[in-house]
């Protein structure tokens, strides 16, 4: 019987909207997860340059019929999900039935795959998403997915594909983060016929970490766990002497899934307020675990961002993990900072009120309760005694993951003193940054926009564009749709695929990656106006209009507040001297030298 359904287009049209097959990374990532919701304990991926030319994953999952193995390639067909309900606590990686279909449609795809107790498996070919065979095969039990030559049909993809290198290093992440996410899968991963690393798949997070970061990582690990309030936390966090220069290391996966969550972020660094310097940030691999009902999955395309029912139970769950580990660790000696201790870490327990529900204040300080229960603890213990001054360098077994790590690690574990500070952000508009000899206040949405605007011009011809697999539907005038049709061409050079849906409707179905899905309308319809508007425009002209709103729309909003990393990009931006002026010729920074404070309070 067939498992597999086409979903219904209500639930279908239910379903968040977007890319999926971006790059070799993310066919791994959908692949492994697929082989994962299948049930399987041991997992093959194997790649060869960089994923661009040859992708395998192949598992010992529950296999497909050979009925099945036809219908999983079409459009929202999916075993995971069959009605709106469905949605509501969806406990499988996947659920939208888009990845296989997508993934075909731009590659050669090779399947083999055979149930447990079917006595023949079954061989399909595709080629540009069209089934070209389907023949019987003598195969093992389980699935091997096989992709060949990613975006071979797609010329204009395949054009901003980066090398085969960093490709690999985007698969070695996505690797990373699925071995990661469900320990209790062994993930063997081959690179250009190299084993890279091999998981034991014993569901001890601890080898998992060890097996794909090193002791090194490892040893500056501390245990941590929480169970509150319905939210369970377990994992680890580093020490605040292993910090590192960035978040690259921080995974947190929120039922075995990896998420990107800044309420999650937030809660971590929380914890570390006292301990780490400024511009260091903690590492982590914590998994969360909340009933599939109080998460809701279907925010974001890529699956990776999440809306928790109860934000403050998971926030506090994090922080306390963490909190109690760092405790637990400074309650030990371990801790030693030099010269600058970490101030109020000794004995402090500080419990907001309401939010510390299970655990009582003496117990949560000793660590009672919280104990982790699926390690060993005397197997982390850390050397009594650590020199910070030395360099601290980290040599990862695997490479690291997909975002460049700029300087990290490299330098000694104090940061030479920096050359401004961001003292924080005023009228939810400007940054306000202390310089040598005077503060510097910067309009973050006009620097952000310029910067946007600025990589966009460079990026020549066509910018980096993101694939919708649901094209983004929305009204438009039928003035506004003469413009769009006439300007196809224009549109599509700047990375918009439109075109008339049905009457009054115009469907994007590529768009710049800058762009967010939700600003796509506001953003076509600006450009289609001012088209209209400046029709006597030279082509240059018209051009760098449509990027200014391309870059206004994708830039932060003045009046939402900014979160630091993002103030650090712009501001290191601007401090770089790159960016000085906004597209419109309006200043995104403004110097205050101390000279003139010190006039204006009759100092000098
Ligand atoms: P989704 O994972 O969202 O359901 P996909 O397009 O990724 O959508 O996969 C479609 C269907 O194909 C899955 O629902 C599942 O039934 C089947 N499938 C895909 N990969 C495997 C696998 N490795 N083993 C068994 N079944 C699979
Ligand atoms: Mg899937």
């Given at each position: 019987m067939s498992k597999i359904q086409v979903l219904p287009p209500h639930v279908a049209d239910l379903i968040a909207a977007g890319e999926v097959v971006e790059r070799p990374g993310s066919v791994v990532k959908e692949l492994m997860e697929n082989s994962i919701d299948a049930g399987a304990t041991v997992l093959t991926v194997e790649i060869k340059n960089g994923g661009m030319t040859y992708i395998r994953v192949t598992d010992n999952g529950c296999g497909m019929s050979s009925e099945d193995a036809q219908t999983a390639f079409l459009r929202h067909a999916t075993s995971k999900l069959k009605n709106e309900r469905g949605l509501e606590a969806i406990s499988t990686l996947g659920f939208r039935g888009e990845a296989l279909a997508a993934i075909a449609s731009v590659s050669r795809v090779t399947l083999k795959t055979r149930e447990k107790d079917s006595p023949e498996g079954t061989e399909v070919r595709l080629e540009a998403g069209e089934i070209t065979d389907v023949s019987p095969s003598g195969c093992a039990y389980g699935t091997t997915m096989i992709v060949e030559n990613l975006f071979y049909n797609t010329p204009a993809r395949l054009k901003f594909m980066k090398n085969d290198r960093a490709e690999g290093l985007a698969v070695t992440g996505a690797v990373l983060k699925e071995a990661l996410s469900h320990p209790e899968v062994s993930v063997r991963y081959i690179r250009d016929g190299k084993e890279e690393c091999h998981t034991a798949g014993d569901g001890r997070p601890a080898s998992c970490l060890y097996t794909l970061f090193g002791n090194d990582v490892f040893s500056g690990m501390l245990p941590a766990e929480t169970d509150m309030d319905g939210v369970k936390v377990s994992g680890f966090v580093s020490s605040p002497g292993s910090a590192r220069g960035n978040r690259t290391h921080q995974f947190f996966f929120v039922n075995n899934r990896y998420v990107k969550s800044k309420t999650l972020q937030a809660a971590l660094e929380q914890a570390y307020k006292n301990s780490l310097f400024t511009g260091r940030y903690p590492a982590c691999v914590l998994y969360i675990t909340i009933p599939p009902g109080e998460v809701d999955v279907n925010v974001h395309p890529a699956k990776t961002e999440v809306r928790f029912l109860r934000e403050k139970a998971v926030f506090d769950g994090v922080y306390y993990a963490a909190l109690a580990a760092l405790?637990?660790?400074?309650?030990?000696?371990?801790?030693?900072?030099?010269?600058?201790?970490?101030?109020?870490?000794?004995?402090?327990?500080?419990?907001?009120?309401?939010?510390?529900?299970?655990?009582?204040?003496?117990?949560?300080?000793?660590?009672?309760?919280?104990?982790?229960?699926?390690?060993?603890?005397?197997?982390?213990?850390?050397?009594?005694?650590?020199?910070?001054?030395?360099?601290?360098?980290?040599?990862?077994?695997?490479?690291?993951?997909?975002?460049?790590?700029?300087?990290?690690?490299?330098?000694?574990?104090?940061?030479?003193?920096?050359?401004?500070?961001?003292?924080?952000?005023?009228?939810?508009?400007?940054?306000?940054?202390?310089?040598?000899?005077?503060?510097?206040?910067?309009?973050?949405?006009?620097?952000?926009?310029?910067?946007?605007?600025?990589?966009?011009?460079?990026?020549?011809?066509?910018?980096?564009?993101?694939?919708?697999?649901?094209?983004?539907?929305?009204?438009?005038?039928?003035?506004?749709?003469?413009?769009?049709?006439?300007?196809?061409?224009?549109?599509?050079?700047?990375?918009?695929?439109?075109?008339?849906?049905?009457?009054?409707?115009?469907?994007?179905?590529?768009?710049?990656?800058?762009?967010?899905?939700?600003?796509?309308?506001?953003?076509?319809?600006?450009?289609?106006?001012?088209?209209?508007?400046?029709?006597?425009?030279?082509?240059?002209?018209?051009?760098?209009?449509?990027?200014?709103?391309?870059?206004?729309?994708?830039?932060?909003?003045?009046?939402?507040?900014?979160?630091?990393?993002?103030?650090?990009?712009?501001?290191?931006?601007?401090?770089?001297?790159?960016?000085?002026?906004?597209?419109?010729?309006?200043?995104?920074?403004?110097?205050?030298?101390?000279?003139?404070?010190?006039?204006?309070?009759?100092?000098?």
């Open positions: 405790d637990r660790q400074h309650d030990r000696g371990e801790l030693s900072l030099p010269e600058e201790k970490p101030p109020v870490m000794k004995g402090r327990v500080s419990v907001p009120s309401g939010g510390f529900k299970t655990v009582s204040a003496e117990s949560y300080r000793s660590g009672g309760g919280m104990r982790p229960v699926s390690v060993e603890r005397g197997f982390f213990r850390r050397p009594a005694v650590r020199d910070h001054s030395v360099p601290y360098t980290v040599t990862p077994k695997m490479p690291k993951t997909t975002e460049p790590e700029p300087e990290e690690e490299q330098a000694s574990f104090l940061p030479e003193a920096p050359k401004w500070r961001i003292i924080g952000e005023a009228l939810k508009t400007y940054i306000i940054v202390e310089v040598q000899d005077g503060i510097v206040l910067i309009d973050k949405h006009a620097a952000h926009e310029r910067m946007i605007f600025d990589r966009l011009k460079a990026a020549g011809d066509r910018p980096m564009t993101q694939i919708l697999l649901a094209p983004v539907i929305f009204p438009l005038s039928p003035e506004d749709m003469d413009v769009l049709t006439e300007n196809a061409g224009f549109f599509r050079e700047l990375g918009f695929e439109a075109e008339e849906f049905s009457s009054g409707r115009a469907a994007v179905r590529e768009a710049p990656e800058d762009v967010d899905a939700a600003d796509i309308p506001e953003t076509v319809t600006e450009i289609c106006e001012k088209l209209r508007s400046g029709k006597t425009a030279d082509a240059a002209t018209r051009r760098d209009e449509a990027l200014h709103t391309i870059a206004c729309k994708a830039a932060i909003k003045a009046g939402k507040r900014s979160e630091t990393p993002e103030m650090q990009v712009i501001v290191e931006s601007v401090m770089r001297d790159e960016v000085r002026y906004c597209p419109h010729g309006r200043p995104v920074a403004m110097d205050i030298t101390k000279a003139q404070i010190d006039k204006g309070f009759k100092r000098i």
